[in-house]
């Protein structure tokens, strides 16, 4: 059985899922289980009951072209974008605009994002209005969400309609039949790529290019893992062990499921990956009332690392833990002090980055000792590339844990029922 991927973009060893003396063991049907399990998801790609697997593929650049002609053209003429969106309209983009844009200059393009619609950052939002030539950027997949809707309707008279920019369904919903009536710029998103998946096309897209973010090499890297997948044999597939390890341990009681990025521009990428499996695999199992699914969590090493360590190492036996690390060459030394500290000498000649990684390989140390299951992804350098392929990675692996827990990994009927429970109580007569 195969515990450890070097691939291009990233590493992952699995192995300390699998060397625990009581952990989890092949089931002896795995074999078929797993091989159901990726021909049913390969089947649904193939007759485009889900897109997001297809996206990458070379027939879809003419819309990156028309994602990155409308973010050149609209660069030249506005200072700043406010985006407003919610969900998968707002965590994976702004999780990589944190990663690959996170120390923008004066003089650079600003993107700011309004998610949770509360007063501050509405008021944010209004400074940069009020300083800025800004662009309106609004996302949501069903053109409907309230959130999002709320927010551009209290900021909507800041804006003639040639700085309007809406992503939404090409078809179907109130933005799309406002973006038709009132001639705004409009970019669409599949219909077949649900809002968690929406992160590598214009809803991802067309904020990191205005940033002048190199999009096109996120696309690269998602179509060499789509290539990668699905060439390499079914029992050697990274994304499939990956899914089926976690899968294992959720059922023997590890719900809690923790991905720990060990530098802080990765922090909103590892909440992106929450939002992806909980909201994906969080369901009744299908044709029964059987509640299923893990508990995705999110942590910053090393930080949480001195919160949560103790719980990690002797706590209750429910949880895994994952360590996200990447290389960083742009690094600094701690270098020596204006004062004399002999007794930490051995600090000096270290980078941050390795300081960083060293702390989790002593964390992943510490609790395989203890018993606790880890896994690790190690990332050769925050790429646009690399994160493409990671991406692509997870929303595979998580489609693919949807059909070993037996659930719609596509739908949200628990957060549509919310929706239209806070419609009612908008709606009704005070």
């Not at 991802?204 to 290539?227: C, D, K, S």
């Not at 070993?404 to 596509?410: D, G, K, Q």
């Amino acid at each position: 059985m195969k515990t450890q991927w070097n691939l291009k973009p990233f590493s992952l060893d699995l192995g300390h899922l699998w060397d625990i003396t009581s952990g989890i063991q092949l089931e002896k049907d795995h074999t078929a289980k797993l091989t159901q399990a990726w021909d049913q998801f390969f089947h649904k790609s193939k007759t485009n009951q889900i897109g997001f697997f297809n996206w990458p593929l070379p027939e879809n650049s003419s819309q990156i072209e028309e994602i990155e002609g409308l973010a050149r053209k609209l660069r030249q003429r506005f200072q700043a974008a406010i985006c407003m969106g919610i969900g998968g309209s707002y965590l994976g983009p702004i999780a990589l605009q944190e990663i690959l844009n996170p120390l923008p200059s004066n003089q650079d393009f600003k993107v700011q994002w309004i998610s949770n619609a509360d007063s501050a950052p509405i008021s944010r939002a209004k400074n940069s209005i009020h300083t800025k030539k800004c662009l309106a950027v609004v996302i949501s997949k069903s053109g409907g969400t309230t959130e999002t809707l709320a927010a551009w309707f209290h900021l909507s008279h800041h804006f003639s309609k040639d700085s309007i920019v809406v992503i939404t369904d090409p078809k179907q919903g109130e933005l799309r039949r406002l973006s038709q009536a009132e001639g705004w710029h409009s970019l669409p998103v599949p219909p077949t790529v649900g809002g968690r998946f929406s992160v590598l096309t214009a809803v991802g897209l067309f904020p990191l290019a205005l940033q002048g973010i190199a999009v096109r090499e996120l696309i690269e890297g998602a179509n060499y893992m789509r290539e990668l997948l699905t060439d390499c044999p079914t029992l050697e597939n990274p994304a499939l062990w990956y899914a089926y390890s976690k899968f294992l341990w959720d059922k023997q009681g590890h719900s809690i499921q923790y991905l720990m990025a060990y530098d802080s521009r990765m922090k909103l990428l590892s909440d992106w990956y929450v939002q992806l499996w909980a909201e994906s695999l969080g369901k009744k199992e299908l044709g029964s009332k059987v509640s299923v699914g893990p508990n995705p969590v999110s942590a910053l090493g090393t930080s949480d690392q001195h919160s949560l360590l103790q719980l990690f190492k002797e706590g209750p036996r429910q949880r895994i833990v994952g360590f996200l690390t990447a290389e960083d060459p742009e690094s600094p030394q701690v270098g020596t002090p204006t004062f004399s500290s002999p007794d930490f000498d051995y600090l000096t000649h270290r980078t941050f980055s390795e300081l960083n990684l060293l702390a989790s390989q002593a964390t992943e140390e510490s609790l395989h000792r203890g018993e606790v299951p880890t896994y690790r992804f190690s990332l050769p350098q925050l790429s646009p590339f690399n994160l493409g392929a990671f991406i692509f990675f997870q929303e595979t692996a998580c489609a693919l844990a949807g059909e070993l827990y037996r659930v719609n990994a596509f739908d949200q009927p628990g957060v549509e029922e919310t929706k239209k429970i806070l419609k009612g109580k908008l709606t009704a007569k005070p």
